[in-house]
């Protein structure tokens, strides 16, 4: 395993700080870390060592010598860049907007739809990473709507500066107290947030229902890390808030907490679980279930979810070549 060949793009960034330190942990040793010509040259840790940072370029990226790539560059980056790698032969999870609601390119949570990255190995060997918000979301939604079918979500979010990139992370660390403030500084559809319809789209896309009505609030709050999200579930059938729980409890990848507890971006950050707590009946629908979770964005928002794709898609192509 620790052979693979592997290139994390976007080293220097947020997510791809988290990804190196994650593949450290792993075991993974053959890692080259890419960014801009901006800090090419430049070095970043991994593990007990350091790499150097080199430019990303299609050359550098197209020339066959990488088995893997993760990217987490931003949209435009990532559509300049992915096609050369894959092209090149490597295996690529993208972690930008580039690919997620494109018709064809699987968008994969591992716990939810971690088959689909076969589809990836049919074509052109490219997966997406969903959203920091989706990521979490799917994986309490898909359990409840085993358990009793989804008819209509409400989401609101608090989202942490992290999502926005290391700068804003430098930001916050530089202000007062007294400056924080609730921020909405996503791009505007109509009424809409970009982030809210991402929100609803990539939901939608991964669990497979189309039609699932969705309506989210995405707000971001001055904290460093971890996304929360509160969360009211209408459901088809009548479950109760243990037989919520109980589902929740057999999740992969969710930890259900209970009163005294209850999730917070400062219990998630660091961990790999998305937390969830609260759960209780919403007596404001038929078959209405409330709950409240926390997750690690750079974690499984981001870095870890883009490392299980990336491990799957590693366990699928060796079943086919030993086929
Ligand atoms: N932060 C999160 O929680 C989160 C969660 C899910 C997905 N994502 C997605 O992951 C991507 C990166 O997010 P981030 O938060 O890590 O951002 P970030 O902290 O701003 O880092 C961006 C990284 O991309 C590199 N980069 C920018 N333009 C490039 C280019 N043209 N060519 C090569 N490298 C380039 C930067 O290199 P330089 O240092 O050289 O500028 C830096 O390493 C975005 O698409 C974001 O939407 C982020």
């Known amino acids: 395993m620790t052979a693979t060949r592997i290139g994390v793009i976007g080293a220097t960034g947020a997510v791809g700080t988290i990804t190196l330190g994650l593949l450290a942990e792993r075991g993974y040793d053959h890692v080259r870390a890419f960014a801009s010509a901006r800090s090419a040259g430049g070095r970043v840790r991994f593990g007990d060592t350091e790499l150097l940072v080199e430019e990303a370029t299609p050359e550098a990226l197209g020339a066959g010598d990488l088995d893997l790539c993760l990217f987490s560059v931003g949209t435009s980056a990532s559509r300049a860049l992915v096609p050369h790698a894959a092209a090149a032969g490597a295996l690529c999870v993208d972690k930008s907007s580039a690919y997620r609601l494109v018709d064809g390119y699987p968008l994969v949570v591992p716990e939810v739809n971690g088959g689909r990255v076969h589809d990836a ?7 997406a990473n ?23 979500v409400h989401v609101a979010t608090y989202q942490s500066v992290s999502g926005a990139g290391a700068q804003r992370m430098e930001q916050l660390r530089g202000e007062e107290a007294a400056e924080h403030d609730l921020v909405m500084d996503w791009s505007w559809q109509g009424d809409e947030s970009d982030e809210e319809a991402k929100l609803r789209a990539e939901t939608r896309k991964i669990l497979e229902q189309p039609e699932l009505p ?13 996304h929360s999200e509160a969360v009211w579930v209408e459901l088809e059938e009548d479950l109760s808030a243990d037989s919520a729980v109980e589902a929740l409890r057999e999740a992969p990848g969710v930890r259900v907490l209970e009163l005294p507890s209850f999730p917070t971006p400062a219990a998630a950050a660091g961990t790999d679980d998305v937390l969830v707590g609260r759960v209780r009946k919403d007596t404001a629908s038929e078959h209405g279930i409330a709950l409240y979770l926390s997750c690690d964005n750079l ?16 366990a699928g192509a060796a079943e086919r070549a030993a086929a």
């Not at 974690?299 to 590693?314: D, F, H, P, Y």
Request: with cysteine; glycine share 6%.
């Open 121 to 127: 190995l049919d074509r052109d060997r490219i997966v």
């Open 130 to 152: 969903p959203n920091c918000c989706t990521i979490p979301l799917t994986c309490v939604l898909k359990p409840l709507h085993e358990a009793a079918g989804l008819a209509r």
């Open 214 to 226: 969705i309506s989210a609030t995405c707000v971001r709050v001055p904290v460093m890390v971890g």
């Open 299 to 314: 974690r499984k928002g981001a870095a870890l979810n883009a490392i299980q794709i990336a491990e799957l898609m590693l």
